[in-house]
């Protein structure tokens, strides 16, 4: 329970303040976001600075992915949707049999396009695939619009705050945050455990961590009440495994389970494959 208010306050918390960081305002919480801004991995790596790269790397390789929990925007907006989707339209989650193959073809995939954006001199682009870029140019698109409609027009100098491939980017961003968030409401984090390239990183080596969520065999009556609240659709309640690389530190199951049977843990195992068929287990 410790690491579920902790995730729900701190993860809050750092929306807001990325989302004052992206804003065009003053301030010291604006100001303590843009610091914030600095620890993002990926946005940090495209700007040339390694020291968040590697503490991430560091913290996921021993604790799973805690980025994905509590400091990546995207993903604190798909958590609160999947929680509207449970709360709202009765979605329920069943365990997805990770297809690891596809995500890296699709990393691949994300590394083919970055390099063609970099050969023709559009290195920019590389931000759309960063989820943290993506969130604060949607905030970007989200002030323009914004001012658009007070003025009834484009204000004036507007139009020079942004290039047309800029104005593409910032567009683009919003349509993805808004068909990611959608998503969510209806599947959860496949976003995240599908097709985010960073994802795709972070649970490469999530999977590895030695702490992280277990089910106590001894305690566990079957009710599968974590499985059907886990946006991650991770939990594999037969065989009372979860898979860590797809493990989201949402800890929602450590909250709903009924007896207490589900806990952070060591295991020096890595995530054993999931059972031949998808779906929910017998
Ligand atoms: S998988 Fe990607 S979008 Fe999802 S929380 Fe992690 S970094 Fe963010
Ligand atoms: S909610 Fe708890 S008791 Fe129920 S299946 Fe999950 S771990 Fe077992
Ligand atoms: S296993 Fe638990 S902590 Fe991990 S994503 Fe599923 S519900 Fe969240």
Known sequence: MFWYRFRSIVSWAVLLLLTLAALPIGGTLAGFGRRLAGCQP??????????????????????????????????IIQEYMAHLGRKHLGTSRRHTRECLALRIEILACFAA???????????????????YTLYTKAVEAVVLLAKTAFHRQLPSG??????????????????????????????????????????????????????????????????????SHCAAACIHVREKKIEAGCCTLCANCLKDCPKNAIGFGLSLRSAQPAEKQSGEQK
């Open 113 to 131: 396009l970055g390099a063609v954006f970099v050969f023709f001199g559009r290195k920019e682009w590389l931000g759309a695939f960063d989820p």
């Open 42 to 75: 990926l946005d940090a790596a495209l700007h040339g600075s390694l020291t968040a790269v590697v503490v991430w790397l560091g913290i996921t390789l021993l604790l799973g992915r805690v980025y994905c929990s509590i400091f990546c925007p995207l993903g």
């Open 158 to 227: 507007l139009a020079g705050d942004f290039c047309a491939a800029g104005l593409i980017l910032v567009f683009f961003s919003l349509a993805l945050t808004i068909a990611v968030s959608i998503l969510a409401l209806f599947k959860g984090r496949i976003f995240c455990n599908t097709v985010c390239p960073l994802g795709t990183i972070l649970s490469l080596l999530g999977r590895l961590a030695p702490v992280r969520i277990r089910i106590k065999r001894a305690e566990c009556v079957n009710c599968r009440r974590c499985a």
